[in-house]
């Protein structure tokens, strides 16, 4: 059963440098080289997206929603399956931005004695003064009830090929900044003893969000790419302090739609997300 939701929350604020400045510290790239009428390289907009939920209010988890609270279904576990971005118009550093953020559709799943729920939450970032709209996404997760420990696989190394690579190790410190600069407390992400011993993953869980981000930067820098658009599945959990490999594969078309598929694989080479990016 699938239910609409109407909007729910909305928000505005100035983009300042000093934002811009974190994003890039985190990401190792030198701050000041970031000009103060410059664009927002897109991908970072994700530090505009924060809720501000009081702590109070916040799920057993620590998770407080990115721009609007997910709904109290009884389901304490979530994880995210999906996330779609289309980029509109660039944001720059001193623009007045408007968010809405909305719960698009809630979408029962699974049975009554395992019962899950598909959540799918939008946001509109415009322009204040114009009323344009610069970045719309649609995030989706998975809640489900609690138990059901992750099992790591046990299949064996796998080569890993494509036409473009990079590799990233994401580690605590890395893991903690993008949560800090999301404002996301989710405790997977933050707390190894909750990870391990309440969610029963083998160590801190790698943002979905900082997976998208991982991507559009290889994307920017490595394949020199202006994003229209892009597109993630995540398969399985990464994990910190374990080697993430993205390979880049371009679409037979393009040359025409310049259009590649980006594979995000884990320490072994199995494949944890599958990313579709579309160029200007």
Do not use: C
Not at 9 to 25: F, M
């Amino acid at each position: 059963m699938e239910r609409k939701v109407p909007h729910a929350r909305a928000s505005g604020e100035i983009v300042p440098l000093s934002l811009l400045q974190k994003i890039a510290a985190m990401l190792d790239i030198e701050p000041t080289a970031l000009a103060s009428s410059g664009s927002m390289p897109r991908g970072w907009h994700f530090a505009l997206l924060p809720s501000t939920a009081q702590k109070s209010r916040l799920r057993a988890d620590g998770f407080a929603g990115l721009g609007v609270q997910l709904p109290d279904l009884g389901l304490p576990r979530l994880l995210q399956i999906e996330r779609r971005v289309t980029y509109h118009s660039n944001i720059a550093v001193g623009d007045a931005v408007q968010r809405v953020s909305a719960i698009e559709s809630i979408e029962h799943k699974g049975t009554p004695e395992r019962p899950r729920a598909m959540v799918t939450v939008r946001h509109e970032l415009r322009h204040s003064a114009l009323d344009k709209l610069a970045v719309s996404e649609t995030q989706t997760f998975m809640l489900m009830p609690e138990g059901g420990r992750y099992r790591e696989p046990e299949n064996a190394v796998q080569q890993v090929s494509g036409d473009r690579m990079r590799q990233y190790l994401p580690d605590a410190t890395l893991l903690f900044h993008f949560s800090a600069i999301g404002f996301n407390a989710h405790k997977i992400h933050l707390d190894r003893d909750y990870a391990r011993h309440v969610e029963g993953f083998p160590d801190l869980v790698v943002n979905g969000g900082l997976i998208v981000l991982l991507v559009t930067e290889f994307a920017r820098v490595d394949l020199g790419l202006a994003l229209r658009s892009l597109s993630v599945r995540y398969l399985a959990p990464l994990f910190s302090d374990r080697l993430v490999t993205l390979a880049a594969i371009m679409s037979p078309d393009s040359a025409q739609s310049n259009t590649w598929q980006i594979n995000v694989h884990d320490s072994r080479g199995a494949i944890a997300a599958i990313a579709k990016v579309e160029a200007e």
